[in-house]
T-cell receptor, first 113, second 111 residues
Framework: NAGVMQNPRHLVRRRGQEARLRCSPM?????VYWYRQLPEEGLKFMVY????????ESGMPKERFSAEFPKEGPSILRIQQVVRGDSAAYFC???????????FGQGTRLTVV | GESVGLHLPTLSVQEGDNSIINCAYS??????FIWYKQESGKGPQFIID?????DKRQGQRVTVLLNKTVKHLSLQIAATQPGDSAVYFC??????????FGKGTRLSVIA
């Protein structure tokens, strides 16, 4: 049973470009969470999605950030018009039921140049 | 607001010694906690969890203690090994909210 798969592992974008981060949850998991981690800091919750629904987006910036988890395919975290401050590691986690123990992927490290 | 925090940002331990990592929480209603280990360049990995109906839970070389009176929990690692070097996070997994992580403690094992 493969774990949570995130791609790409590393992503470099110029300021103003769009970044798309993908997350495939563990098999049988329909709940996905996105977290952001700055260097030497903890993980900050961004958004919680269940298939085709956003359950909680209280941690996601109102501008430029969006997330989706379609019926088919991976969850996507999209950052439009990236700025240097968006540089961080973005982690996806999944769980079989809501708010339960979550299993994390290896993360996508976004660098904005 | 509610928070989960750690007392020490770094901890250096001699190989073979025991490690103790502490965590404080502020929400007295919190009833479920998880400890995660994050190695460099990797995602957090579940180590052990504990619910509020327990004071202590043991795993392989790890023990978590929960003191609800002072809202404190600790992670004890026995016979610390170089492979234990990582950042350790406690997370509040209570209720209908996503995991709330503390800042983390970096454990360095000295050979």
């Amino acid at each position: 049973n493969a774990g949570v798969m995130q791609n790409p592992r590393h992503l470099v974008r110029r300021r103003g470009q769009e970044a798309r981060l993908r997350c495939s949850p563990m098999k049988g998991h329909s709940h996905v969470y996105w977290y952001r981690q700055l260097p030497e800091e903890g993980l900050k919750f961004m958004v919680y999605l269940q298939k085709e629904n956003i359950i909680d987006e209280s941690g996601m910036p109102k501008e430029r950030f969006s997330a989706e988890f379609p019926k088919e395919g991976p969850s996507i975290l999209r950052i439009q018009q990236v700025v240097r401050g968006d540089s961080a590691a973005y982690f996806c986690a999944s769980s079989p039921i809501g708010y339960a123990e979550a299993f994390f992927g290896q993360g996508t490290r976004l660098t904005v140049v | 607001g509610e928070s989960v925090g750690l007392h020490l940002p770094t901890l250096s331990v001699q190989e073979g010694d025991n490690s103790i990592i502490n965590c404080a929480y502020s929400n007295s209603a919190s009833d479920y906690f998880i400890w995660y280990k994050q190695e460099s360049g990797k995602g957090p990995q579940f180590i052990i969890d504990i619910r509020s109906n327990m004071d202590k839970r043991q795993g392989q070389r790890v023990t978590v203690l929960l003191n609800k009176t002072v809202k404190h929990l600790s992670l004890q690692i026995a016979a610390t090994q170089p492979g234990d070097s990582a950042v350790y996070f406690c997370a509040d997994a209570s209720g209908n909210t996503p995991l709330v992580f503390g800042k983390g403690t970096r454990l360095s094992v000295i050979a």
